[in-house]
């Protein structure tokens, strides 16, 4: 297996970077990961001396042979191993109760024990790994900062783009430049507070180039979902664009239903759900259960 250490990250993904790994369709990598704070917060109330330069850091970029603009470039998450330590942090002007304070911001560390975050003496929170930043570069001569999604992913914040599922990116430059990184032991869809609990990790995918299917904005499948995702300035806009996206995909690649049954069907089944409401733009999912559209022939 291929390996890929975080001193190698950057801030924007952008087809002008250089990429620090070059590998084939089909292979598969472990890919270290820095938290959103790159490292820098190892004790409560250290924000103070933060260097904002260096935040949401993402590993790469990846350069996969093959992928072409107008291509889809599959990833698959094996596996997300966290580290023994997670830091959060809120305060003024910050996340959707910034109004609430106006003394700076704060921050707190956690430590994660046997797949747990221990909050204090009384909660104990169930890790859920899963990844903030994650993506391809946008179109040539476009720089879109680590912070901020959009349709090459970026800073999506889903919670469901954990170990098991399989992403699907809109390739636009030559061998697309992956990046990842700001994974989060646990978030709750939204991330209100401006942050999860940030940490290190090792994040282990395969990747693979696919001619046969286009897309505007990345979708997800796991077990039992296929979603769309869609960053667009308003949460409503973001809404909107992921179900339209799903119901553009869903009309192209199931047989035997009209348009019009088929928005019926989702309207039925299918969940327009949050991703994050706190970064640049903001993030919704629709997600459609598989069983119901494999009922119609879907495959993707």
């Known amino acids: 297996m291929l390996e890929l250490n975080d001193d190698a990250v950057f801030y924007a993904f952008s087809a002008d970077l250089e990429p620090v790994m070059t590998i084939k369709s089909g292979d598969t990598v472990r890919i270290r990961t820095q938290d959103c704070f790159a490292n820098q917060l190892k004790a409560d109330n250290t924000i103070d001396g ?6 949401n850091p993402a590993t790469g970029p990846i350069y996969i042979e093959g992928a072409e603009p107008g291509d889809v470039l599959k990833v698959h ?16 002007a910050e996340g959707t109760c910034g109004d609430l304070f106006a003394d700076g911001l704060v921050n707190v560390v956690k430590p994660v024990v046997d797949g747990k975050l221990i909050w204090d003496e009384g909660v104990e929170l169930d890790c859920r790994p899963m990844i903030g930043v994650i993506g391809v ?3 040539p001569g476009k720089s879109i900062n680590c912070g901020t999604p959009d349709h090459h992913g970026g800073n999506m914040d889903t ?12 390739v636009s430059v030559e061998g697309a430049l992956f990046g990842c990184g700001d994974v989060h032991a646990v978030m709750g869809d939204g991330e209100i507070s401006v942050s999860g609990a940030e940490i290190a990790s090792w994040v282990t995918a395969s990747f693979e180039v696919l001619k046969d299917r286009s897309l505007t904005n990345p979708a997800l499948l796991n077990d039992t979902q296929f979603c769309t995702i869609a960053s667009e300035p308003s949460l409503d806009a973001a809404c909107d664009t992921a179900v339209h996206d799903m119901v553009r995909i869903l009309s192209e690649r199931c ?7 088929l928005v019926m069907l989702l309207s039925l089944c299918a969940d327009v759900q949050v991703s994050q409401i706190v970064d640049p733009q903001k993030t919704a999912r629709f997600v459609v259960p598989r069983r119901v559209v494999e009922a119609y022939g879907f495959t993707w």
Do not use: N, Q
Not at 159 to 170: D, H, K, S, W
Not at 256 to 261: A, F, K, L, R, V
């Open 50 to 55: 933060l260097d904002w330069d260096r935040v």
């Open 77 to 92: 998450l094996h596996a997300i191993d966290v580290d023994s330590k997670a830091c959060m942090c809120t305060g003024e």
């Open 137 to 139: 570069a946008p179109e």
């Open 159 to 170: 919670t469901i783009i954990e170990a098991g599922a399989t992403l699907y990116f809109p």
């Open 255 to 261: 047989e035997g239903i009209s348009t019009e049954d």
